[in-house]
């Protein structure tokens, strides 16, 4: 080979070599550009019409709007959470299949001897949302008037007395089992794929009692449609402060708040994650989507919680929290 055609094959390869290495660098850039450029969807483990799909459906108008594209809310039902949480974590990591669990997905490890994901290896962690918290509740005709009396009732009548609850890994389930255990009682536990209907069951006198969240629950405590018999916080709720705590009624320490965190499939690339991150806090602070969860006395996590650390920080806190709990109780899903 000639001098002159040796610098040119040279340049040539150099050539070649730049492009391909600036193509790999911006190659991420340009996808995270065109990012989102087709609807999203936003998975939600329970029923539509209940509490986590709420709070779904409040945040994900106003993320659409600051992303510029649809965010569509889809429930992926069954297993207490587990199925929708498989689902996401085997999905494409593209930015298009967001994630909306509370602490279920912190308790599942616990609860189920096998399970298809791994809570802190198989996701992306966008932020921590809301806090929410629950109610001891009873249908309007149940016999007990107040905490005391239900405690009475239920020794007596542990037998015909039932819980619903959304299936093992929902609030709701580890709300009534960690009453059970305060307790020393086993109740007849009835399992619906999300507090949405085990409401409307509670409403219709069909089931005794249900251990919910108050994002949906607030009116009917008010007009007395059903009895409040203590919240699961340590501090009473603002909107509810007629209704002690369980803490303050005998059951010392007794904590339930169902908090809940955005998620996306590992691998969601950081770009994209960090443009998800900004549509959450948009929603979060908008002044609608505020008042509409104050109503329900529903509390806003503080914005230096909305980030990839403080969820998984959460996540792994909870996960060690719950695992020896659960396991004291021994309660199992199959
Ligand atoms: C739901 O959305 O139905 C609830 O979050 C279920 C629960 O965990 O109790």
């Given at each position: 080979m000639k001098p002159h055609q040796k610098l040119h094959t040279s340049l040539l390869t150099g050539l070649i070599a730049i492009a391909a290495s600036s193509y790999l660098s911006i190659a991420p850039v340009i996808a995270a550009d065109a990012y989102p450029n087709k609807p999203i969807t936003l998975v939600v483990p329970f029923s539509a019409g209940g509490p986590t799909d709420a709070v779904a459906r409040l945040i994900a108008v106003p993320m659409g709007k600051d992303l510029g594209q649809t965010v569509i809310v889809e429930n992926t039902v069954g297993a207490g959470g587990t199925i929708a949480t498989t689902r996401v974590a085997r999905a494409?990591?593209?930015?298009y299949i967001l994630y909306l669990h509370h602490m279920g997905m912190a308790t599942a490890p616990a609860l189920?001897?096998?399970?298809?994901?791994?809570p802190m290896k198989d996701f992306e962690y966008i932020g921590q949302v809301v806090d929410v918290p629950m109610v001891l509740l009873g249908r309007?005709?149940?016999?007990?008037?107040?905490f005391k009396e239900l405690e009475a009732y239920i020794k007596v009548n542990k037998e015909k007395v039932t819980i619903a609850n959304?299936?093992?890994?929902s609030v709701s389930q580890l709300c009534g089992l960690l009453l059970m255990s305060r307790e020393g009682v086993e109740l007849t536990t009835v399992p619906y794929k999300g507090t949405g209907p085990a409401l409307t069951d509670l409403l219709g006198g069909q089931v005794d009692l249900l251990c919910d969240q108050t994002t949906q629950t607030v009116p009917y405590i008010k007009d007395n449609l059903v009895k409040a018999?203590?919240?699961?916080?340590?501090k009473r709720l603002p909107?509810?402060?007629?209704i002690p705590t369980l803490d303050e009624q005998?059951?010392?320490?007794?904590e339930v708040k169902a908090w809940h965190g955005l998620y996306a499939p590992k691998g969601t690339p950081p770009e994209v994650l960090a443009k998800i991150n900004k549509a959450l806090r948009v929603a979060l602070n908008n002044p609608e989507v505020k008042a509409r969860l104050g109503e329900s006395n529903i509390e806003v996590v503080p914005?230096?919680?909305?980030?990839s650390e403080s969820l998984k920080n959460q996540l792994d806190s909870e996960i060690n929290k719950w695992g020896p709990v659960i396991r004291k109780a021994g309660a199992y899903a199959d």
């Open positions: 494409a990591p593209d930015g189920y001897k096998k399970l298809p994901f791994d309007k005709n149940f016999p007990a008037n107040n959304a299936g093992p890994g018999y203590g919240v699961t916080t340590l909107g509810l402060s007629n005998g059951l010392k320490g007794f914005m230096s919680k909305v980030t």
